[in-house]
């Protein structure tokens, strides 16, 4: 079954970095997006960035522009999102979310439509 | 970027209650709308595509209808395991953006 397993939880001290995989099953991940989405706690959900794990082209939003890194291995069939500069404010947990697409009447509807458990982020002093 | 909004942000309603969720975008959005459901703890799950298309699995009480900037999310019969928060979001354009949420709890 299609399956997205990511990375365990990571307690960080202001300013460092941090990196955190998302290991795909069940499908070919050359085929598909990778978006990154984040929650803070009690907050709303909020898209960091995505990758086309077939050429690794990315796509940032501007608010992560110059902190956020999304890369994949191919070989591994994983995607890894490194946030760097971190800050309290940061602390979350950090969801990967399969990207795909359906045609209708010559439209494109994206959507993410498998999600991996999550991963908590903690930054603090 | 474009700005969801949802109405109400909570609310209390029994098994077989008729729900409906509203979400407003700060610009058309087209049919471009996905909503998603998350229960406490987990991750979201996909419901609602193309604001109106029933993604695989997810139960026929649930659908999707609108265009422009209003769309609604019904759940024709309330289940006990619908009890969680909805999320709308936005795929018309980058960054896509999603709703404060709607939680949805127990009457």
């Known amino acids: 079954q299609v399956q997205l397993v990511q990375s365990g939880a990571e307690v960080k001290k202001p300013g460092a970095s941090v990196k955190v995989s998302c290991k795909a099953s069940?499908?070919?991940?050359?085929?598909?997006?990778m978006h990154w989405v984040r929650q803070a706690p009690g907050q709303r959900l909020e898209w960091m960035g995505w990758?086309?794990?077939?050429?690794?082209?990315?796509k940032y939003s501007q608010k992560f522009q110059g902190r956020v890194t999304i890369t994949r291995d191919t070989s591994a069939s994983t995607a890894y999102m490194e946030l760097s500069s971190l800050r309290s404010e940061d602390t979350a947990v950090y969801y990967c979310?399969?990207?795909?697409?359906?045609?209708?009447?010559?439209?494109?509807?994206?959507?993410?439509?498998?999600w991996g458990k999550g991963t908590t982020v903690t930054v603090s002093s | 970027d474009i700005q969801m909004t949802q109405s109400p942000s909570s609310l209390s309603a029994s098994v077989g209650d008729r729900v409906t969720i509203t979400c407003r975008a700060s610009?058309?959005?087209?049919?471009?709308l996905n909503w998603y459901q998350q229960k406490a703890g987990k991750a979201p799950n996909l419901l609602i595509y193309?604001?109106?298309s029933l993604q695989s699995g997810v139960p026929s009480r649930f659908s999707g209808s609108g265009s422009g900037t209003d769309f609604t999310l019904t759940i024709s019969s309330l289940q006990p395991e619908d009890f969680a928060t909805y999320y709308c979001q936005q795929s018309f354009s980058t960054p896509p953006t999603f709703g404060q949420g709607t939680k949805v709890e127990i009457k």
């Open positions: 193309g604001a109106s």
């Open positions: 610009q058309s959005v087209s049919s471009y």
């Open positions: 990758i086309n794990a077939g050429n690794s082209n990315t």
């Open positions: 069940g499908y070919t991940f050359t085929s598909y997006t």
């Open positions: 979310a399969r990207g795909d697409v359906t045609i209708f009447g010559g439209y494109y509807y994206y959507y993410m439509d498998v």
